[in-house]
T-cell receptor, first 108, second 113 residues
Framework: LAKTTQPVSMDSYEGQEVNITCSHN???????ITWYQQFPSQGPRFIIQ???TKVTNEVASLFIPADRKSSTLSLPRVSLSDTAVYYC?????????FGTGTRLQVFP | NAGVTQTPKFQVLKTGQSMTLQCAQD?????MSWYRQDPGMGLRLIHY???????DQGEVPNGYNVSRSTTEDFPLRLLSAAPSQTSVYFC????????????FGEGSRLTVL
């Protein structure tokens, strides 16, 4: 099982780009990398998923280097509503274990 | 579009009581799982299932039982509740082809006195 390591917290200001990095040194060949967002009193919500290189959707980008031992979630031009906890999850449809997450605080 | 439905949303138990948290999904997902989240903490995997009739233990299975008799339902049973089981419980489901894209319920807040 790939254990993930993320920064505990990050601060940013509205309009800035935020990059959150996750380390997963023991990632397996068939593991995918998935990022979730969680607001207080809600379940986590899927943001983006990738296997290698770069993936982009309407809300974020995910950068994965060739060795796949880390990944970076990029949130362009954050707003106050992006204040949340972000989790990196590594695995396939099996024993999916979350890390402790990164608490992002966005200031005006 | 119900997605993943958890009941009850809130429950207060006394130590030693038993109860079942219900989870149902209408997306025909093979994979279902239960997590607990304590205040200020991340999610910890309790039990999971990759299909009807198949269950397995997660990180913190002690004190909890599960069964998966149908694809749609994955109930979590607390056999003898303890104060340490006070937590918010989340049920999640995923398609076998989506490699970890989990859909979560709204959570069930359990307090054990």
């Amino acid at each position: 099982l790939a254990k993930t390591t993320q920064p505990v917290s990050m601060d940013s200001y509205e309009g800035q780009e935020v990059n959150i990095t996750c380390s997963h040194n023991n990632i397996a060949t068939n593991d995918y990398i998935t990022w979730y967002q969680q607001f207080p009193s809600q379940g986590p919500r899927f943001i983006i998923q990738g296997y290698k290189t770069k993936v982009t959707n309407e809300v974020a980008s995910l950068f994965i280097p060739a060795d796949r031992k880390s990944s970076t979630l990029s949130l362009p031009r954050v707003s106050l509503s992006d204040t949340a906890v972000y989790y990196c999850l590594v695995g396939n449809t099996d024993k999916l274990i979350f890390g402790t997450g990164t608490r992002l605080q966005v200031f005006p | 579009n119900a997605g993943v439905t958890q009941t009850p949303k809130f429950q207060v138990l006394k130590t030693g009581q038993s109860m079942t948290l219900q989870c149902a999904q209408d997306m025909n997902h093979e994979y279902m799982s239960w997590y607990r989240q304590d205040p200020g903490m991340g999610l910890r995997l309790i039990h999971y299932s990759v299909g009807a009739g198949i269950t397995d233990q997660g990180e913190v299975p002690n004190g909890y039982n599960v069964s998966r008799s149908t694809t749609e339902d994955f109930p979590l049973r607390l056999l003898s509740a303890a104060p340490s089981q006070t937590s918010v419980y989340f049920c999640a489901s995923s398609s076998q082809t989506s490699a970890g894209e989990l859909f979560f319920g709204e959570g069930s807040r359990l307090t054990v006195l």
